[in-house]
């Protein structure tokens, strides 16, 4: 077998650094690669690795752990690939040592807090001459890839408007988990910006702006964010918020997303071109529906999160040199937007509207009425929360708009 076959064989040695929540999903994946010959674990990173439900099974294979990704390094190890899956406050520092160590990155979302950690990111995925990707799912789809790929194409004709809604119940349980859940900074003072905008439902904002993009690895990039934000939750942050993005392509993008709900509901998207409309359901996926009543369905993004894992294990295989589905310069179009709605104030629901429920043993649901429905109404309407009239909402403040 020549060099170049062997090349070809060699299973992928990946890192997964933080193996606690979301890690586990990189966990499952990657022992998913290696039945299939593609992909070794070759270490994990994380502080606290006894909350991991697969501690046990980690320990029992011999898996190398550190506590930290300064101890891996400092052991001489360098994988081929590095999966973060950290908690918001570290993918900046922690993807940049990954990067000046010679590793690949496949870094969680989002990509980072702010937009100077996103640039310091950037810069270093340039000089150290390996791929950064960031892991929105959505992004990495056969559907969102395909329904791009027709856009560019121009078969839906010029975007228009872009809105989706997600009202998704988070109660104490979720935002007891850690110490940054629904905050600012964290503990130690890192900026975090938690809320559900920059985290549980990022993927359905960072899939607008991507899918409106005029290069296929491209997001739009916002000028503007108008925004409300408002809070019935005992936290430091907004759990409830409407905004109203302006970017440089002209597509006007609309976004609904809340905890402080009764019920699930979303996510609901809809797409608006010059010649289609594309919309989104759970029950459905995503369809678009033509002018002159042609249909074409193009599959659900939901389907097969871990596609983002499979591409940057093939990237690895091919030497780094197949072409990237959510660089950092797309991801960063998300934060820009959080960056610009953090800047608003943070209304109280009126108290004695709200209302709360123990939804389960230990967890406790507080929740606005009417939120969910109003998101609704607006979001079919195309308007703000401030912005309805018929009649007005009782509890809401203006608007308030900042260039980007």
Same mark, same amino acid.
């Given at each position: 077998?020549? /060099?170049?076959?062997?090349?070809?064989?060699?299973? @992928?040695?990946?890192?997964?650094?933080?193996?606690?929540?979301?890690?586990?999903?990189?966990?499952?994946?990657?022992?998913? &690669?290696?039945?299939?010959?593609?992909?070794?674990?070759?270490?994990?990173?994380?502080?606290?690795?006894?909350?991991?439900?697969?501690?046990? %099974? *980690?320990?029992?294979?011999?898996? +190398?752990?550190?506590?930290?990704?300064?101890?891996?390094?400092?052991?001489?190890?360098?994988?081929?690939? $590095? $999966? *973060?899956?950290?908690?918001?406050?570290?993918?900046?520092?922690?993807?940049?040592?990954?990067?000046?160590?010679?590793?690949?990155?496949?870094? #969680?979302? +989002?990509?980072?807090?702010?937009?100077?950690?996103? %640039?310091?990111? =950037?810069?270093?995925?340039?000089?150290?001459?390996?791929?950064?990707? *960031?892991?929105?799912?959505?992004?990495?789809?056969?559907?969102?890839?395909?329904?791009?790929?027709?856009?560019?194409?121009?078969?839906?004709?010029?975007?228009?408007?872009?809105?989706?809604?997600?009202?998704?119940?988070?109660?104490?349980?979720? &935002?007891? %988990?850690?110490?940054?859940?629904?905050?600012?900074?964290?503990?130690?003072?890192?900026?975090?910006?938690?809320?559900?905008?920059?985290?549980?439902?990022?993927?359905?904002?960072?899939?607008?702006?991507?899918? $409106?993009?005029?290069?296929?690895?491209?997001?739009?990039?916002?000028?503007?964010?108008?925004?409300?934000?408002?809070?019935?939750?005992?936290?430091?942050?907004?759990?409830?918020?409407?905004?109203?993005?302006?970017?440089?392509?002209?597509?006007? *993008?609309?976004?609904?997303?809340?905890?402080?709900?009764?019920?699930?509901?979303?996510?609901?998207?809809?797409?608006? &071109? #010059?010649?289609?409309?594309?919309?989104?359901?759970?029950?459905?996926?995503?369809?678009? %529906?033509?002018?002159?009543?042609? @249909? /074409?369905?193009?599959?659900?993004? =939901?389907?097969?999160?871990?596609? /983002?894992?499979?591409?940057?294990?093939?990237?690895?295989?091919?030497?780094?040199?197949?072409?990237? @589905?959510?660089?950092?310069?797309?991801?960063? $179009?998300?934060?820009?937007?959080?960056?610009?709605?953090?800047?608003?104030?943070?209304?109280?629901?009126?108290?004695?509207? =709200?209302?709360?429920?123990?939804?389960? +043993?230990?967890?406790?649901?507080?929740?606005?009425?009417?939120?969910?429905?109003?998101?609704? =109404?607006?979001?079919?309407?195309?308007?703000?929360?401030?912005?309805?009239?018929?009649?007005?909402?009782?509890?809401?403040?203006?608007?308030?708009?900042? #260039?980007?």
């Amino acid at each position: 077998m020549n /060099k170049r076959k062997a090349d070809e064989v060699k299973p @992928v040695e990946v890192l997964i650094v933080g193996i606690g929540g979301y890690g586990m999903r990189y966990l499952e994946a990657v022992r998913e &690669y290696a039945h299939k010959g593609m992909a070794r674990l070759v270490a994990v990173v994380d502080p606290c690795p006894e909350n991991c439900p697969a501690w046990e %099974r *980690i320990k029992a294979e011999s898996v +190398p752990h550190f506590s930290t990704l300064e101890d891996y390094l400092a052991s001489g190890s360098r994988a081929d690939l $590095a $999966a *973060i899956s950290s908690p918001i406050a570290f993918h900046a520092h922690q993807a940049c040592l990954a990067l000046e160590a010679g590793m690949n990155v496949l870094c #969680e979302k +989002p990509i980072c807090a702010t937009m100077d950690e996103a %640039r310091r990111m =950037i810069a270093h995925r340039d000089s150290s001459g390996r791929f950064l990707e *960031i892991g929105y799912q959505w992004v990495f789809s056969q559907a969102v890839q395909e329904l791009k790929s027709d856009a560019l194409a121009g078969l839906l004709g010029a975007p228009r408007r872009f809105l989706t809604r997600v009202a998704w119940p988070r109660g104490s349980a979720y &935002y007891g %988990r850690n110490n940054w859940a629904g905050a600012v900074r964290d503990a130690a003072g890192r900026v975090v910006y938690d809320s559900p905008v920059n985290n549980a439902t990022a993927h359905h904002l960072h899939a607008m702006l991507y899918i $409106a993009g005029l290069e296929s690895s491209a997001a739009a990039r916002p000028t503007a964010v108008t925004a409300e934000c408002y809070r019935a939750n005992k936290i430091e942050n907004f759990d409830a918020a409407c905004c109203r993005i302006e970017t440089r392509e002209g597509v006007e *993008i609309l976004f609904y997303s809340a905890h402080c709900v009764e019920e699930y509901s979303g996510p609901l998207m809809r797409y608006e &071109y #010059e010649n289609a409309v594309v919309e989104f359901t759970m029950e459905g996926g995503m369809v678009a %529906r033509f002018g002159d009543g042609a @249909v /074409k369905a193009y599959g659900s993004p =939901i389907d097969d999160p871990m596609r /983002k894992m499979r591409h940057c294990i093939q990237r690895c295989r091919d030497g780094g040199k197949g072409a990237a @589905v959510c660089p950092p310069e797309a991801a960063a $179009a998300h934060t820009l937007c959080v960056e610009g709605i953090q800047h608003m104030p943070v209304q109280e629901f009126p108290p004695d509207e =709200i209302r709360e429920k123990e939804t389960e +043993p230990g967890n406790r649901l507080v929740y606005m009425p009417g939120l969910a429905t109003a998101m609704e =109404i607006c979001f079919e309407r195309g308007v703000l929360f401030s912005e309805f009239d018929q009649p007005p909402l009782t509890w809401t403040v203006r608007a308030r708009r900042v #260039e980007l």
